[in-house]
């Protein structure tokens, strides 16, 4: 099964994706979004710094181009082997941060993304909902996008509702709030609902 988790920054997304990776044992594939092969960890690096200007669709390519390496070399192999794969940030993100937050263009993006994806798409999405200036609150570090700003990640939040109204079959929308145990409950529900579908 390929599961992805998405929220704003600071959502604590990260965590539950370790909470859930051990959840499902040693052989789940466990995958963080910029990165995940050497070119995509390079590719990483550029976009983490908000120190190096990065005109808006070449950040966006940048994002496509570390994501089709990694289905590629990573997903595509661990899926057909039969194992887990659990990736923290997938095509939802750049819907949501380039296509919607950086106005882009949701078309643009999707086309952009089926190409470097070849249409691979997550069997279950869980979106960690959390108040954007909450998360803002609790996100450590200080990359090109928590620097944008709440109204930034505001827009990234709507834009993630949009995609859980749109497609509600594949996205489940976890509520975010409360210890990282009373979270990862909750995760744990969604993906114990959708293994015994
Ligand atoms: P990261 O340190 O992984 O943040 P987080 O722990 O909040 O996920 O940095 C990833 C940043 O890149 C995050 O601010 C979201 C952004 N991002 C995009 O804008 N588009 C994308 O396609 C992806 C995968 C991430």
């Known amino acids: 099964m390929f599961i992805t988790l ?31 092969t050497p070119a995509a960890e390079g590719i990483r690096k550029i976009l983490a710094d908000p120190g190096t200007p990065l005109d808006p669709v070449a950040e ?4 496509c ?19 887990n794969v659990v990736c923290d940030r997938f095509v939802d993100s750049t819907i949501a941060y380039q ?18 994806t070849s249409g691979l798409a997550p069997d279950l999405t869980l979106l960690i909902d959390v108040d954007p200036e909450q998360g803002l609150g609790r996100a450590m570090s200080d990359d090109r996008f928590e620097a944008e700003g709440l109204i930034f990640q505001q827009k990234v939040a709507a834009a993630y509702d949009d995609i859980a109204r749109r497609e509600p079959e594949r996205v489940v929308v976890i509520d975010g709030t409360g210890t990282p145990e009373e979270v990862h409950g909750r ?11």
Request: charged content about 20%; aromatic content about 2%.
């Open 6 to 36: 998405e929220g704003v920054d600071g959502s604590g997304k990260t965590t539950q994706t370790a909470l859930l990776c051990d959840a499902l044992g040693p052989l789940t594939v466990r995958i963080r979004e910029p990165g995940g």
């Open 60 to 63: 966006l390519l940048l994002f």
């Open 65 to 83: 181009a570390a994501r089709a390496d990694l289905v590629s070399r990573v997903i595509r192999p661990a899926l057909g082997s039969g194992q």
């Open 99 to 116: 296509g919607v937050a950086r106005d882009l263009g949701i078309v643009r993006v999707r086309d952009l993304n089926d190409a470097a």
């Open 187 to 197: 995760v744990m529900a969604a993906v114990n609902q959708r293994l015994a579908a």
